[in-house]
């Protein structure tokens, strides 16, 4: 396998992730498919579609193969789900069919629940188009939709045939969606590599045309399919996949507690991962000098430590106890033990979340 590329190691399940050469590996797979006698489709969103209106014809799709959806969350729900299903039966796709994801978090989610469910499972490829679903999402085979219930409720473990990360889709990105993207690249670099975290440091900021870019977004990938590798359905006692949700636990709370949209999930995960390092310090694990220079990072790519508003440390704290990634009803968190190093600290005080929620705005 060439530089240009690397592999998730899931045994029979390995796949590709194509970087620098992902157009040209994309056009050759869907040649092969169709010489093969396979049909192919794509789910997409309107917005992305029109950000890159001749990507998928390059790549070599027809129109009528690209179902188009609206833009954001709300996407990510029961009747999308149904829809896209109705898409893939009404014109008779059979098991031969591979389905594509092009788009972010919420068409990649949303479009390989549909692969997993449909005639119990098709060929599914992601064609990440947002900062976070290239360096996040796009890898690993955590795919679901959304309940009115909560976020994430549905879903299966799917992973992709491949995976085909071109930066130069970041170009037509929001600034604030790219730096949303930045705070997963940023966990990245607290959970699992002090050199990443260091890399971060040492620049002037980061954007779409930065030629670090690619490097950086290699990197995450490399630990994100380190971890998925060892610990796929993120059953490990302690560590493991879970690490990956630094940050994470307050994140969700703040987004379910706001209101969903009112962050984006990255600048919830920013906060949170402020709030894990607060954690981290009142636990004894690293030096409090460490909270400043999370916050420096944070702040250096345009994003926020605090909650704009006073949100209520009943309700964050109620949200917590619903987060499903809880164990037998105790809050688990992850914290690092040094910058670099993430684990899972489980029974954690309630009283000692409820201070830090107050330190951060929290009434
Ligand atoms: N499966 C996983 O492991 C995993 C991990 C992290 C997050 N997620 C999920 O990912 C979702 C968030 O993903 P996201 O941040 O990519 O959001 P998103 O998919 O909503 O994309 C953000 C916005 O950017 C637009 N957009 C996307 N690519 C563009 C481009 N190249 N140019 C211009 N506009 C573009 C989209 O239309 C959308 O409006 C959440 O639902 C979250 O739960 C899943």
């Known amino acids: 396998m060439s530089t240009a590329s690397l592999t998730v190691q899931l045994a029979e399940r390995s796949y590709p992730i194509h970087f620098s050469d992902s157009a040209a590996a994309l056009r050759a797979d869907v040649a092969k498919l169709r010489a093969a006698g396979r049909s192919v489709r794509v789910i997409s969103d309107a917005r992305v579609l029109n950000a890159h209106p001749s990507y998928l014809a390059q790549a070599g799709f027809n129109d009528g193969e690209i179902l188009s959806l609206p833009h954001g969350e709300q996407t990510k729900s029961v009747e999308r789900f149904s829809e896209s299903l109705s898409f893939l039966a009404s014109q008779a796709a059979n098991r031969d069919c591979a389905l594509f994801a092009f788009g972010g978090g919420v068409i990649g989610d949303l479009a390989g629940y549909v692969a997993a469910s449909y005639l119990r499972g098709i060929d599914f490829y992601q064609i990440p188009t947002t900062l976070l679903s290239m360096v996040d999402s796009s890898v690993g085979g955590k795919t679901g939709i959304n309940l009115p219930e909560g976020k994430n409720l549905v879903g299966a473990f799917w992973q992709p045939k491949a995976v085909y990360i071109d930066a130069a889709l970041l170009q037509t990105l929001p600034p604030r969606e790219f730096a949303a993207g930045m705070a997963e690249v940023i966990k990245y670099g607290m959970l699992a590599d002090i050199d990443l975290f260091t890399q971060l440091e040492a620049l002037d900021g980061l954007d779409a045309s930065s030629e670090e870019l690619p490097g950086v977004i290699r990197r995450c990938c490399e630990i994100k399919a380190q971890v998925?590798?060892?610990?796929?359905?993120?059953?490990?006692?302690?560590?493991?996949?879970?690490?990956?949700?630094l940050g994470h636990t307050f994140a969700h709370a703040i987004e379910n507690v706001a209101g969903y949209g009112a962050y984006l999930h990255g600048e919830a995960v920013a906060i949170g991962l402020e709030l894990a390092t607060q954690l981290s310090v009142h636990l004894n694990q690293i030096p409090a000098e460490d909270i400043e220079r999370v916050r420096r990072i944070i702040k250096q790519f345009q994003l926020p430590t605090r909650m704009e508003e006073a949100l209520q440390v009943v309700d964050l704290m109620a949200a917590m106890q619903r987060d499903k990634k809880n164990r037998s009803g105790r809050l688990r968190f992850v914290t690092m033990s040094k910058i670099g190093q993430a684990i899972t600290s489980d029974a954690i005080e309630c009283e000692l979340i409820e201070q830090i929620w107050h330190s951060a705005g929290a009434k």
């Open 228 to 245: 998925v590798a060892d610990d796929e359905k993120e059953t490990a006692a302690t560590g493991g996949r879970a690490l990956l949700n």
